[in-house]
């Protein structure tokens, strides 16, 4: 007798710059999944396990050399891939996330200016069968994204970084959208909320 498995669940990833709006579109996403009577994980990178939030505040806040700094990230990503994102996944719930490795590429890669080749390597090694089936990319010009950063809370050190750190992440987000059009969508960021809404809601509702 063949046992019956649920369908794989859809990985969702949100992506940008810090400042770019993620947060308030991510919670409607996920109201507009759990509408469907679609069972929702919620996560974020470097983050998502008790470890990998721990993991997370060193990363955040402790100065250290960029290759440790790429290699914390991937350790916090191995653990939330292993305890959150793979289990969630098979189980057939949708798990939506706020940054996975393409954030390494944008931030360790295009604002650090790691070499690319090592954070593929890196993917290649933490997750080779596992990439999102949609990231949304929320896309907003630099002066508008320290604009919206300058009136909120105390910074973390990728926060405090000079624009040319943010100029050259955005750039490397936007190469890889282009690089691989059939999972990125580009959503320009400086638009309404409402205007944003109604483009996310037809690009979630693509999904099945």
Not at 48 to 54: D, H, I, M, Q, S
Not at 58 to 84: D, G, K, N, Y
Not at 140 to 157: C, F, G, H, I, Y
Request: charged share 25%; with cysteine; net charge negative.
């Amino acid at each position: 007798m063949t046992g019956h498995f649920p369908p794989r669940g859809k990985f969702i990833t949100f992506e940008g710059i810090d400042g770019a709006g993620k947060s308030t579109h991510i919670r409607y996403c996920a109201d507009l999944v759990a509408a469907r009577g679609i069972e929702l994980v919620s996560s974020r990178e470097p983050g998502g396990t008790p470890l990998g939030e721990k993991l997370r505040e060193l990363v955040l806040h402790e100065p250290m050399h960029l290759e440790t700094e790429a290699l914390l990230v991937f350790a916090s990503r191995r653990e939330h891939i292993a305890q959150v994102i793979e289990p969630a996944l098979a189980r057939g719930a949708w798990v939506l996330s706020d940054r996975f490795t393409d954030a390494s590429f944008a931030y360790q890669g295009g604002g650090r200016g790691m070499d690319l080749v090592k954070i593929e390597t890196l993917a290649n090694w933490v997750h080779p069968e596992l990439w999102p089936d949609l990231t949304i990319l929320f896309d907003v010009p630099l002066e508008v994204a320290r604009a919206r950063l300058d009136a909120t809370r105390t910074l973390d050190k990728f926060e405090q970084e000079k624009a040319d750190f943010f100029l050259a992440a955005r750039n490397e987000y936007l190469r890889r959208a282009a690089q691989y059009p059939e999972r990125f969508r580009v959503i320009d960021s400086t638009q309404t909320i409402e205007a944003i809404r109604v483009q996310l809601a037809a690009i979630v509702a693509e999904l099945r």
